[in-house]
């Protein structure tokens, strides 16, 4: 199994939460670990890099907890957790779980804050899968628009139809050992003058 390494956001009011977290999470599988006393701290935070994981420990001293989970989550490949004292977890457990906000009912244990770190782990991963498939249909699509681009001009500057067009690229890409989207560059660089 490959050592996964997650950059981590600690926001708290409490300096007890930010020593006991910091002692949960090893440098190697968290090389990045940033403490915020207050959301507007967070938010700094937030605009300046790109965070793995995000635990929030509610109620907080100048803002709601809730709304800034909730704000995080929205970031790319993000995954928040929220801890809520027990008597309003599960309100605001309802209101957070479509979000897809992990909640944890405070007073917990060290235990359990490992297992959900694990649980983080794993949802971050699922979320960098989603990412590389999605990078990956990107690509196809944008290799797609620049072959039909290239199929276009050689139909209308060569008059070729679009099959013929379609396999003089195909051809191209074959003998010259390059990829159809190279071989289209080079069409469109020629005839785009």
């Known amino acids: 199994m490959k050592d996964l390494?997650?950059?981590v956001l600690l926001l708290?009011?409490?300096?007890?939460?930010?020593?006991?977290?910091k002692s949960l999470l090893p440098p190697s599988?968290?090389?990045?670990?940033c403490s915020a006393y207050s959301?507007?701290?967070a938010k700094e935070f937030l605009n300046e890099q790109q965070f793995d994981l995000i635990l929030v420990d509610t109620p907080l001293a100048d803002a709601s907890?809730?709304?800034?989970a909730l704000e995080a989550c929205r970031k790319k490949g993000t995954v928040v957790l929220l801890f809520i004292k027990q008597e309003l977890f599960d309100e605001v457990n309802d209101e957070v779980i479509e979000h897809g906000i992990f909640t944890?009912?405070?007073?917990?244990?060290?235990?359990i804050i490992t297992q959900a770190l694990k649980w983080m782990g794993s949802a971050r991963e699922h979320l960098r899968l989603s990412e590389n498939e999605t990078h990956l249909i990107e690509q196809k699509i944008d290799?797609?628009?620049?072959?039909?681009?290239?199929?276009?001009?050689?139909?209308?500057?060569?008059?070729m139809n679009e099959t013929d067009a379609h396999?003089?690229?195909?051809?191209?890409?074959?003998?010259?050992?390059?990829?159809k989207r190279q071989i289209a560059e080079d069409i469109i660089r020629m005839y785009s003058l």
């Open 5 to 7: 390494a997650y950059n």
């Open 12 to 21: 708290s009011s409490s300096s007890t939460f930010h020593a006991v977290l």
């Open 29 to 33: 599988n968290y090389p990045s670990v």
């Open 39 to 41: 959301v507007r701290t």
């Open 65 to 68: 907890g809730k709304l800034f």
């Open 104 to 111: 944890l009912a405070k007073p917990t244990s060290r235990s």
């Open 143 to 159: 290799d797609i628009r620049i072959i039909n681009r290239a199929k276009w001009l050689l139909i209308s500057e060569l008059k």
């Open 167 to 179: 396999h003089y690229i195909e051809k191209q890409a074959m003998d010259r050992c390059l990829s």
